[in-house]
């Protein structure tokens, strides 16, 4: 047992290996390194679930539908609910969700983003999807505008939100 144990971790390394040297050699490698939460492993990943072609997500909205991060609205008469979407791609959900687990601890825009979301009332489980919706939809932008993530950039907009409407009255 111990010697199967031993020749799989080696074949695992050396797949680590090509994985690595494959995935460095694309042309978006710097774009996926500079999102928070992903590495070379789960970047290579994230990369071959979503694929390279720059015009296979004419939008952001196409890019999350795929990926089953977006929100699917069902509504019928006086009853609207809100569920996760059921059709998606398994290996893509589940490294965009460990990446979403990840940013929490890398980044303070994507931690005060889930703490609102909790903060309101919403699960850990659909505070997690909607992070991992809005990361997808800053991957979709950094590869639709050639350009790395930036943190400022990024949870800009929400920060804003954040800010009192009147600071001077407190």
């Given at each position: 047992?111990?010697t199967?144990?031993r ?21 978006d ?18 990369l071959?679930?979503?694929g ?8 952001a909205r196409?890019r999350k ?10 509504a019928?008469g006086?009853k ?15 490294a965009?969700?460990?990446?979403a687990q ?28 909607q ?6 939809g ?18 800009a907009h ?7 409407q ?5």
């Amino acid at each position: 047992m111990i010697t199967v144990i031993r020749a799989l971790t080696g074949e695992i390394s050396t797949l680590e290996i090509e994985v690595k040297a494959s995935f460095g050699q694309h042309p978006d490698t710097e774009i996926y390194l500079s999102q928070p939460g992903l590495g070379q492993i789960l970047g290579a990943r994230v990369l071959a679930e979503l694929g390279d072609d720059p015009h296979r997500y004419t939008s952001a909205r196409a890019r999350k539908n795929y990926a089953g991060t977006s929100p699917l609205t069902i509504a019928s008469g006086r009853k609207t609910t809100v569920r996760a979407r059921y059709v998606h791609n398994d290996r893509l959900l589940d490294a965009l969700t460990r990446q979403a687990q990840s940013t929490l601890r890398a980044s303070p825009g994507a931690r005060a983003y889930y703490d609102t979301l909790r903060a309101r009332g919403v699960g850990h489980q659909a505070a997690l999807r909607q992070l991992t919706n809005r990361l997808v939809g800053l991957l979709h932008g950094c590869l639709k505008t050639r350009t790395p993530y930036n943190e400022t950039t990024a949870w800009a907009h929400h920060n804003a939100d954040q800010t009192p409407q009147n600071p001077t009255a407190a």
